[in-house]
């Protein structure tokens, strides 16, 4: 099953759960499972029918312009990654490091 990571701002509605093994083929459906688990995270994450303004989708890392429609296979890693604006800052470099963390295939 894909493997959603979840993003730091949401840990309060998961109980601390950095991370999910949810099924689903698109991005929309993992959303509706991590709902159904974690209820109330996909108001944080949808805005009617797209993702939250601001908020974009990494899939086995690279960033998906598709949003909600957005394919994952049962290996990908899912990240929801806040836009940050400006430069090169700490938040930036975090955000980066998570991103590449998770695409790293697992021995």
């Known amino acids: 099953m894909p493997v959603v990571h979840i993003p730091g701002l949401l840990l ?4 601390g759960d950095r991370e999910a093994e949810v099924a689903g083929a698109t ?3 993992l959303i509706a499972e991590l709902d159904r688990r974690y209820p109330g995270i996909k108001n944080r994450l949808i805005d009617g029918d797209r993702l939250r303004a601001g908020l974009s989708v990494f899939v086995d890392g690279a960033i998906h ?6 394919e994952v296979s049962p ?3 899912v990240l929801f990654i806040p836009a940050i604006a400006g ?5 930036r470099s975090t955000a980066l490091r998570r991103v590449r963390r998770a695409s790293t295939p697992t021995r």
């Open 75 to 77: 290996q990908s890693k």
């Open 12 to 15: 309060s509605l998961t109980g």
């Open 87 to 91: 430069g090169y800052t700490r938040a």
């Open 65 to 70: 312009r598709e949003g909600l429609e957005t």
């Open 27 to 29: 991005v929309e459906e």
